[in-house]
């Protein structure tokens, strides 16, 4: 009498443990992961004997991938691709991590099933329709993470790439490189405001001499940056206004109703007439001649 495809697995993971595993680990070895150096050898033989034996008990309550059986086996997978994720590897080699199980089972399933054609199609269907839906789900888990590490990486850059500088005492800089949208005008406020009240500021100079384009966005991004600092009691200098901004703006019809200069040197100027400083060159002592 055959069997259904759950206890035709079942029985054929169970019986073939040792010849499946090893299959499944030379698969493993031939791939692209070792090749990598982005995991040892132990370590990854560790990882599949760990989901071997999950699936094999998860396999005792039948075939459901997403049923309560296999919570643990979808547990691990997850925390292999949440690591694979930030290790950096691609998508093909976390997702071939389950998927080249496959081959090892199909052959054990030759061997176990012997002449019973209907056994070894349900048993073949039965792991197809399963192992499909675990990598699923580890390509899901995988996606995510990497999203999430992306996400934190580009919060980081955003954090290092908009430095205040302190020029004089009560003088800031902000230079700013890049694109300026809505998400890091946050970061640049907090920035600002941060230093300005740190270093008890009056004057906070904007340079945007390495941001591309000024468009009406920009434009509005940047007037929210100088009213919070000016609730903040520091006056504000835009400087790196270059020909083509300015021109960009004026076709916009653009106002940012602040100081402007061409250049920081400029601003800074302008920033140290305004509290009662000004640079000057030191006269040179004179020479005393030998007789």
């Known amino acids: 009498m055959s069997m259904d495809g759950a206890e035709v697995l079942s029985r054929t993971v169970t019986q073939d443990e040792a010849a499946i ?6 698969s ?8 990598s150096g982005r995991i040892r050898e132990a370590e990854l033989q560790t990882q599949a004997k ?29 925390e292999i691709s949440r690591s694979r994720a930030i290790q950096g590897f691609t998508p093909t080699d976390t997702a071939n991590f389950i998927f080249a199980l496959k081959e090892p089972i199909f052959e ?42 992306i996400g934190r990486q580009g919060q980081e850059i955003a954090e290092l790439s908009t430095p205040v500088v302190r020029l004089w005492d009560g003088i800031l ?36 001499t390495g941001v591309p384009t000024v468009d009406t966005l920009v434009a509005q991004h940047l007037l929210k940056t100088v009213a919070a600092a000016r609730l903040m009691g520091a006056d504000c200098i835009v400087s790196g206004i270059r020909p083509q901004i300015a021109q960009t703006m004026v ?8 100081v ?4 920081l040197a400029d601003a800074f100027a302008v920033a140290l007439k305004q ?11 004179p020479t005393v001649e030998r007789r």
């Open 251 to 258: 076709h916009l019809g653009v106002e940012l109703n602040v």
């Open 173 to 208: 800089a902000l230079p700013l490189i890049g694109t300026l949208d809505s998400a890091r005008t946050g970061v640049v406020m907090e920035n600002l405001l941060q230093a300005i009240v740190d270093e008890e500021a009056e004057i906070a100079i904007i340079d945007i």
């Open 21 to 26: 595993l090893e299959a499944w680990l030379a």
């Open 275 to 285: 509290t009662g400083r000004k640079v000057v060159r030191q006269q040179a002592a």
């Open 50 to 78: 760990t989901v071997f034996g999950q699936l094999r008990e998860a396999l005792e309550g039948g075939l459901d991938a997403d049923g309560g059986s296999f919570a643990p086996l979808r547990e691990t997978l997850g």
């Open 108 to 149: 054990s399933l030759r061997r176990t099933a012997g002449s019973d054609a209907s056994d070894l199609a349900a048993g073949i269907v039965a792991v197809g329709k399963m192992l499909d839906r675990l990598g699923l789900h580890t390509m899901e888990v995988f996606l995510a993470s990497r999203e999430e590490v």
């Open 28 to 35: 493993l070895r031939e791939g692209a992961s070792l090749q």
């Open 260 to 263: 402007s200069k061409a250049t």
